[in-house]
């Protein structure tokens, strides 16, 4: 009998044949994600009758034929509705793409699935971080924070949360209501590059800048010639797939800026930095939970095939029974 939540990934990458609707995690660690203890209680606030969530591990940068196992058995499996996919995003896209019967605009554009789901008898890639990662950025920003400021973001690491979020910040729709420079870090020549491409099929007029920085000191640097009220966002995955953080303890965040970490469990050192000179440099420090909540409530709707608005009562009754889960 299969259990509410349960990692069911093996060496050999066989997959056990779903009985019921089920969604699956595909992360590094997902038996320690919040979603395990979360989605149980959210399937029953939904009507999900009998859904279930399954974890597949994979380490950092698995071989393909890995993920292209994984895509096979939700592809052909009756049951199997479809996944979420963190760390492997780009990755998993890029050993599976000819699986995939449709991408989705953000999928084409950014080369990462976060999502996917079934739609009339095709698999479908979504990239959904472009819409939850500026859903979460406005849940702590000042409204028009980037307007008549001179309000710069660093984004350290180059991977795909990082693309989906300077594409939502490029947007001309935003007006003038964008950072006045994006500057992206990654210890990865080649990741750099995709996230340059990326930008380049934006043609966006925002000044960008791309720094190869293998030591945490080169963060330092960069860090230490933000404009106050300027954002330093941790897209590396330190502190969650990987122990550590992409800076020193000597680092200086601007001044009245925000500091935002992508995870919300772990060492999240990068998190202890930012609180250390909080009050000393007036640092506002959020964690990865609001994301957290729309990365996964997007991702059920687009599978489960059901509205959840990113507002309202029902994210509010969603989001409290979340926070019930958390130590």
């Known amino acids: 009998m299969q ?15 779903a009985t019921c609707p089920t969604l699956y995690f595909i992360g590094v660690t997902t038996g320690k994600s919040s979603i395990m203890k979360v989605f149980p209680k959210w399937a029953k606030a939904l009507g999900l009758s009998g859904a279930v969530i399954r974890g597949i591990d994979f380490p950092l940068h698995a071989d393909p034929p890995q993920y292209r196992r994984a ?5 052909n499996d009756e049951h199997s509705l479809g996944a979420l996919v963190t760390t492997h995003k780009i990755d998993l896209l890029k050993a599976c793409q000819d ?7 953000f ?27 500026g859903l979460s950025l406005e849940a ?3 409204a028009g924070h980037w307007q008549n400021k001179e309000a710069e973001i660093l984004v350290l690491g180059a991977g795909g949360s990082s693309i989906a979020l300077t594409t939502y910040l490029m947007s001309p729709k935003r007006g003038d209501n964008r950072p006045a420079r994006i500057v992206v870090t990654d210890r990865s020549e080649p990741r750099l590059k995709e996230i340059f491409h990326v930008h380049q099929e934006l043609d966006s007029d925002i000044p960008c800048q791309y720094h190869h920085c293998p030591t945490n000191e080169d963060n330092d640097r960069l860090v230490a010639d933000l404009k106050p009220h300027s954002v330093v966002v ?28 992508f995870n919300y469990r772990g060492d ?4 202890d930095q930012a609180r250390a000179q909080k009050q000393l440099r007036n640092l506002h420090v959020e964690d990865g939970w609001i994301y957290f909540l729309h990365g996964w409530t997007q991702v059920l709707a687009e599978v489960f095939h059901i509205d959840i608005p990113p507002i309202g009562p029902l994210f509010e009754e969603l989001s409290r029974i979340a926070a019930s889960t958390r130590n």
């Open 268 to 271: 999240l050192v990068f998190l």
């Open 140 to 142: 702590f920003l000042p």
């Open 3 to 17: 259990t509410e939540a349960t990692v069911v990934s093996d060496p050999k990458g066989k997959y056990p044949v």
């Open 99 to 105: 699986l995939f019967d449709e991408l989705d605009h």
């Open 234 to 261: 941790n897209a590396t995955g330190l502190g969650k797939d990987a122990l550590g953080s992409p800076l020193t303890d000597n680092v200086e965040f601007p001044l009245r800026g925000f500091a935002w970490d």
């Open 107 to 133: 999928a084409k554009l950014t080369g990462e699935a976060s999502c996917i789901s079934k739609q009339g008898g095709k698999l479908v890639a979504h990239a959904k971080d472009p819409i939850t990662s």
């Open 71 to 75: 895509v096979e058995h939700i592809k």
